[in-house]
């Protein structure tokens, strides 16, 4: 009976919601939702560091917040094509204030000269997470793993050219959980990439847009084939909000409040809450 009472307790624990109410988002088109009516939705519920009136995944972050009725202040701090070492030279004074949160999005290849390198993302995460914590030693700083581009594996040209969708977003994982497990003040990284793989490996996704969506199946990419489509920003949210709060995304439910804004389906809606949650089970 007292090891059964632990364990409950244990899981009570690792499921319980996170404290921290302030949470600040730096990154790039990929977080303030490029080529996608992500990037402009709702975005007075948030504050926008630069006065670009984005909402982006913050704004998706914070209506899953209201809608679990978690109380969370949210903040970001974008640039588009940039990389986390762009944030910490440029926009250290915006973002230099207390945060319980931060999530650093890197650039979609790590380094743009050398892309797989995470040696300069890696140092610039560091600096940041110094940043951070000399405001607030307690503030969770963590990684977004970012996913794989059509663009850089079905052309010719780039390292992952000709290999699966999901080799790209398997090495970005690998070298982000790298930075977390080396830099200091990294707590660890949000499978967003992953989530991303799991849409495609169960069937929900297409694989690759440039043969076009098969019937049945969603597009997780823009028209460009490198940023996200609105489901798949929706699924980078759902899987940041999952990591952060700890809160069940499949609780969201068919009927979610920025699934319906956005124009995706009840139905849609569901299979990404499920993809969210099945991936952040798996990476935990």
Known sequence: ??????????????????????????????TFGAGSPVERYRPDSVTDLNDDRIGGVPALFRAFAE????????????????DLAYHYA??????????DVVILQGY???????????TRHGEAAGRLAALIHARNP?????????????????????RWSGKPIAAMANDL????????????GIAGTIPVGSAWNDAIASGLADAN??????????????DDHYHGSTAGYYLEALTIFGRVTGFDV??????????????????????????????????R
Do not use: C
């Open 173 to 184: 994982a690998a070298a982000n959980r790298q930075v977390a497990r080396t830099v200091p």
């Open 67 to 82: 809608q679990a009725g978690l109380d969370w202040t949210v903040a970001l701090e974008t640039s588009p094509g940039k």
């Open 209 to 222: 847009p440039y043969d076009g969506i098969d019937p049945g199946k969603i597009g997780l990419w823009a």
């Open 1 to 30: 009976m007292i090891r059964l009472l632990l364990t409950l307790a244990a899981v009570s624990l690792a499921t319980a919601p996170a404290i921290a109410r302030d949470i600040l988002f730096i990154g790039n088109s990929f």
């Open 138 to 158: 307690q503030a969770q700083v963590k990684l977004v793993e970012t996913w794989s581009r059509a663009d850089l594996t079905y052309r010719p040209g780039s």
């Open 108 to 118: 979609s290849t790590l380094d743009a000269r050398r892309p797989g390198d995470a």
């Open 90 to 99: 440029n926009r250290r004074g915006a973002i230099d204030r207390r945060w």
């Open 250 to 283: 499949r609780r969201l439910g068919p009927n979610e409040r920025a699934a319906r804004d956005l124009g995706l389906t009840p139905a849609i809606a569901k299979a990404l809450q499920r993809v969210a949650w099945r991936t952040l089970r798996r990476n």
